[in-house]
C-alpha cells in the first residue's frame, strides 16, 4: 500500500497510536485492513489473558471493551477486513472472540483470501499504514491525508471486500468463552437499554 500513496509522513510506534485514536475519534467511517497473524511485541493483557488460558479475565476485558464502545459506536460505520492464513494462529482464535464484540458494536468483520502484505486503516480524509516486522511488531507507520491517497486505499480496500466473508462464518469464535462473553453482552445491553 505504501508504494501507492504519493504525500506520506513517517510516524514513529507513539506517534501512530496517537494519530489512530485522534482519527478514529473524528471518523465517521472507518475501514481497517489487517493481514498479519501474529502481532509478537504488541499484545495487550487481554491478547495475553486469552493466551495463557484465563479466559473469565478476557471475557470481562471483552465485556468492558464493549462497555466502553457501545455508546460511542452508533454514529460510526466501522468495516475490518483481515487476511487469514490457516490454520489460524493463536492470535487469530483472540480475535475471533474480539469481533464478535465488534459485531455487537454493529461493525462489519470480514476474511479474505487476499493479502495486501500491510495493514492499514482509511478515515474520514487520512490513509494510516503499519510498518511491521516479519516476526509481526508493529514499530510505527505512514501517514497520508492526501485525499487523492484516501482514495486509492479505499479502492483497494472495497476491492477486497467483494470477495471477502463473514469473519465468524470462517473463524468461528470459541464456543465456551463465545456463549459466556455473549451472556455478559446480553446482561450490559440489558442494563443500558440497549437493543
Do not use: W
Not at 493466551?51 to 478476557?58: I, M, P, R, Y
Not at 464493549?66 to 477486513?81: A, I
Not at 468483520?109 to 516486522?133: M, P, Q
Amino acid at each position: 500500500m505504501k508504494e501507492l500513496l504519493k504525500q506520506i509522513d513517517k510516524l514513529d510506534r507513539t506517534e501512530l497510536y496517537n494519530a489512530i485514536y485522534s482519527l478514529y475519534e473524528i471518523s465517521n467511517n472507518v475501514m481497517v485492513y489487517r493481514c498479519f497473524q501474529d502481532y509478537s511485541g504488541n499484545y495487550n493483557e487481554l491478547y495475553n489473558a486469552y493466551a495463557q488460558f484465563n479466559s473469565k479475565e478476557c471475557e470481562q476485558g471483552l465485556a468492558d471493551y464493549f462497555l466502553d464502545n457501545v455508546l460511542l459506536e452508533n454514529k460510526k460505520q466501522v468495516t475490518h477486513c483481515y487476511f487469514i492464513k490457516y490454520p489460524v494462529s493463536t492470535y487469530i482464535k483472540f480475535e475471533a472472540l474480539k469481533v464478535l464484540v465488534q459485531e455487537e458494536l454493529m461493525q462489519s468483520c470480514y476474511v479474505t483470501e487476499l493479502n495486501l502484505g500491510e495493514d492499514f486503516i482509511i478515515f474520514d480524509g487520512a490513509v494510516v499504514v503499519f510498518d511491521v516486522t516479519k516476526e509481526g511488531a508493529i514499530t510505527g507507520g505512514v501517514i497520508s491525508t492526501s485525499p487523492a491517497d484516501v482514495e486509492i486505499a479505499k479502492t483497494k480496500f472495497n476491492s477486497v471486500l467483494t470477495k471477502a466473508k463473514p469473519f465468524l462464518k470462517q473463524v468461528p469464535a470459541e464456543s465456551s468463552m463465545a456463549n459466556s462473553l455473549k451472556r455478559k453482552i446480553k446482561q450490559l445491553k440489558t442494563n443500558l437499554n440497549i437493543k
